[in-house]
């Protein structure tokens, strides 16, 4: 089993910053593509950015230049760093992993629990 475990989301005004992190552990062979995806009350579940195990990056057109995503392998961590905050980046944002247990295993996609991130004055 895997779990995933995000810290550093909260209140933040317009322009401001705020760093998610998402630390995966338990049953790891390799993790490959890492990311954070965002859910905004009554809108479906959106792709934020996303990063390859070998550091290639993707951005969802909102956030490029703001957002910047990287990860540190040997901790299995994904990072957020989210700079010139706005009100429309309020939202929950999850991480993911798409992460092989064991070489026998097919790569499984897990899922964090969810922080809460909110642009307002």
């Known amino acids: 089993q895997v779990q995933l475990v995000e810290s550093g989301g909260g209140l933040v005004q317009p322009g401001g910053s705020l760093r998610l992190s998402c630390a995966a552990s338990?049953?790891?062979?390799?993790?490959?593509?890492m990311g954070w995806y965002h859910q905004a009350p009554g809108k479906q579940r959106e792709l934020v950015a996303a990063?390859?195990?070998?550091?290639?990056?993707n951005y969802a057109d909102s956030v490029k230049g703001r957002f910047t995503i990287s990860r540190d392998n040997a901790k299995n961590t994904v990072y957020l760093q989210m700079n010139s905050l706005k009100p429309e980046d309020t939202a929950v944002y999850y991480c993911?992993?798409?992460?092989?247990?064991?070489?026998?295993?097919?790569?499984?996609?897990?899922w964090g629990q969810g922080t809460q991130v909110t642009v307002s004055s």
């Open positions: 990063i390859t195990s070998g550091g290639n990056t």
């Open positions: 338990g049953t790891i062979f390799s993790i490959d593509a």
């Open positions: 993911n992993a798409m992460v092989v247990s064991t070489p026998s295993r097919p790569t499984y996609r897990y």
